[in-house]
């Protein structure tokens, strides 16, 4: 039995996210979160831009509008994802952020009319019981033993699942290219204007030359999961796709315990392992 389209896409972004979370951690401490921000909506804007001039045709008054909305609501949750990253650690963010799913989930089946079946309900709830385990640093103490950036994560998760469903129907309904390079255009002329009012361009442009490799595998890796998850939408569910992509924590694990030397403890591992099995699983029983 062949693996549909949709998954294969689902599991290209969630690569991508896992490395693109990595250097946003990177960049955001070097650089800050704004800035940031705004490298990765240069780089997808220009790099974007050869591919969707034939969609131009599509952005009449309401489709521009539904764009532009997304556009504003991806830099909120950037702001509010980028800070959580700066202030945790990355294994551990990356997991809190897929409370994303419910939010998700929730706005697929009222607007999409999506259900889940049984098993795949069951499937996701391991998904979670992996989300638990790798937040969680103690189960003694709860509310002290949090990891850092936590409550800042789960507010940029509620916001994620926004800019999920929004990103989804606009890939059905107008463009999928489409749908990735507006917001683009939108938030980093919101991120450039906040840069030049708070302290110009100046300092921008250095850390550009300075960090550039960063800053341009930072880009490249983001935008690339957000058009492999534009595609995956599409034609696919939204509440799947989603929980697909809910693995990427897995491979961020590797990254922050091998690149930033993170102490992970081994319950973290058991449910990295949980949610990545799962989604795999989910995947394959599409």
């Known amino acids: 039995m062949g693996i549909e389209s949709g998954v294969l896409f689902a599991f290209g972004a969630l690569l991508c996210w896992a490395f693109g979370d990595f250097f946003i951690q990177r960049s ?58 700066k202030k945790g650690k990355l294994s ?57 950036g936590v409550l800042i994560a789960l507010v940029a998760a509620g916001l994620m699942g926004v800019v999920n469903f929004l990103t989804a129907a606009s890939a059905k309904t107008i463009s999928p290219l489409l749908a990735i390079w507006f917001p683009w ?16 361009t100046l300092r921008f442009i250095k850390d550009a030359k300075k960090f550039k490799l960063l800053v341009l595998l930072m880009g490249i ?14 034609e696919s569910s939204i509440s799947i796709i989603t929980a697909i992509t809910e693995s990427y924590p897995a491979i961020a694990i590797f990254l922050g315990f091998y690149f930033n030397k993170e102490k992970i403890n081994w319950h973290q591992w058991v449910g990295a392992g949980i949610a990545l099995s799962a989604s795999f699983i989910l995947g394959v029983l599409i």
Not at 95 to 102: F, G, I, R
């Open 28 to 85: 955001t401490r070097k650089i800050g979160d704004v800035e940031s921000l705004a490298f990765i909506g240069i780089i997808g804007s220009i790099g974007l831009l050869p591919f969707i001039i034939k969609d131009f045709s599509l952005l009449n008054q309401s489709n521009t509008l539904f764009l532009l909305t997304l556009g504003v609501v991806t830099f909120i949750m950037a702001m509010f994802d980028f800070e959580a990253l």
């Open 221 to 234: 890796f983001d935008t690339a999961a957000w058009i492999f998850y534009a595609f995956a939408v599409m």
């Open 185 to 200: 255009v939108v938030f980093t002329i919101m991120c450039l204007f906040y840069i030049w009012r708070k302290e110009g």
């Open 92 to 148: 551990i963010i990356n997991v809190v952020m897929e409370t994303e799913l419910p939010v998700t989930i929730a706005l697929g089946f009222i607007f999409f009319a999506e259900t889940l079946s049984f098993l795949q309900s069951i499937i996701i709830a391991f998904i979670f019981i992996g989300i638990v385990l790798i937040a969680t640093k103690s189960f003694s103490h709860w509310k002290r033993t949090l990891e850092k």
